[in-house]
């Protein structure tokens, strides 16, 4: 794409989440047009076209995509949608940056990148955790060897969800959600974790359902061990009434600690060096050069500079499919008892193309 040619960006289902999506590409304005939105509710979707001041509502996708020829598509409609709706996007040309989770499984990942073509389009999705400068400054410092080797991690995504919020007919289900809190709260901060250490290896863990009458989950817990050797304790639950999202990394010369809820900044970060550690050796680790908290705006930024280039953008293909092969092996090893290596759910596995195992809703 010429580097003067303005986005031409829809946005199909208007909920809650549309908001962040319709202010990322108001935030790169110079870029972008917000053209088009599609929903099934006519009232939500003029609501959210009247905000952006320009787009046309729609009530389906097929109709938008057939007139306005976007050039990206936000998908932000339940789970069970996404992969018919990012293979129609693909399919018509257009780009996709889709919310989590993907989508229900690992076949419906794989069913959605064989719509790609090399050079674009191509599907990313929304890991927005990812794209805070902090996060950016923790990895440097690694990578420059300052922190020394990661040893232990605690990855925590303890929220409240209560009755109402379960009211939702598709929320709760395995057919149409995927999965748990595991699935729809915890795998921001699990892909954020994998994005700071590295590569997973082996997971072990255990699911329950205590409080909600769904099918799936409403808490889970995990133990488990890097390809560097780290180890690391996962637990996710919409039980929790003190909401806190936190990371914790424990390395040769510092700790390193992100406490936020759904968002993070510079002042959500702090570095405890370890007693070997001189003093004032650390300064450095507090101070990064910016300040850019997470958001999807933020997020946004590679996808669009992918875009203009014709690469591949980041949170898509195998770097995409990371954490939803994660959250396949949690479930499995919750339901068979025993720990599962990645790579080791493939198209033979039943929870391969479901993360229940089996449509009775195994794994919770």
Request: proline share 5%; with cysteine; glycine share 10%.
């Amino acid at each position: 794409m010429a580097q003067g040619k303005r986005l031409r960006v829809a946005v199909v289902g208007t909920g809650a989440i549309a908001d962040s999506h319709r202010a990322a590409y108001q935030a790169h304005h110079e870029d972008v047009d917000i053209v088009a939105a599609a929903d099934v509710d006519e009232t939500r979707v003029r609501a959210f076209c009247a905000e952006t001041g320009q787009a046309k509502p729609y009530r389906d996708l097929d109709t938008l995509l057939a007139e306005q020829e976007p050039d990206l598509v936000s998908i932000c409609t339940p789970p069970g949608l996404h992969v018919e709706q990012t293979k129609k996007v693909l399919e018509s040309g257009a780009w996709v940056w889709c919310e989590k989770p993907p989508c229900r499984s690992l076949a419906e990942y794989d069913e959605m990148v064989a719509a790609e073509r090399d050079g674009g389009p191509y599907a990313s999705f929304v890991f927005q955790q990812r794209f805070g400068s902090s996060a950016t400054h923790f990895r440097t410092l690694l990578a420059d060897g300052e922190l020394g080797r990661p040893l232990v991690a605690h990855c925590q995504t303890t929220w409240y969800r209560d009755a109402a919020y379960y009211a939702v007919p598709w929320r709760g289900r395995w057919e149409t959600e995927g999965g748990g809190p595991a699935m729809g709260h915890g795998i921001h901060q699990m892909d954020l974790l994998f994005h700071l250490i590295g590569e997973w290896a082996e997971v072990r863990a255990m699911t329950a359902r205590l409080v909600h009458d769904v099918e799936t989950e409403d808490v889970s817990t995990a133990v488990v061990r890097f390809e560097s050797g780290a180890l690391a304790t996962v637990v996710n639950s919409v039980l929790s009434p003190d909401e806190v999202s936190r990371i914790r990394i424990d390395c040769e010369h510092a700790t390193a600690e992100l406490t936020h809820l759904y968002g993070y900044g510079v002042k959500d970060w702090r570095y405890t060096p370890a007693p070997h550690v001189a003093e004032g050796a650390a300064a450095r680790w507090h101070t990064p050069a910016d300040d850019v908290p997470s958001s999807h705006a933020a997020a946004f930024t590679p996808v669009l500079a992918a875009y203009r280039a014709g690469q591949r953008p980041p949170c898509s293909g195998d770097d995409g499919r990371r954490v939803l092969e994660f959250v396949a092996a949690l479930y499995k090893s919750a339901s068979t008892g025993v720990g599962v290596h990645r790579g080791e759910i493939g198209p033979g596995d039943a929870f391969y193309r479901s993360m229940a195992g089996a449509e009775t809703g195994a794994g919770a």
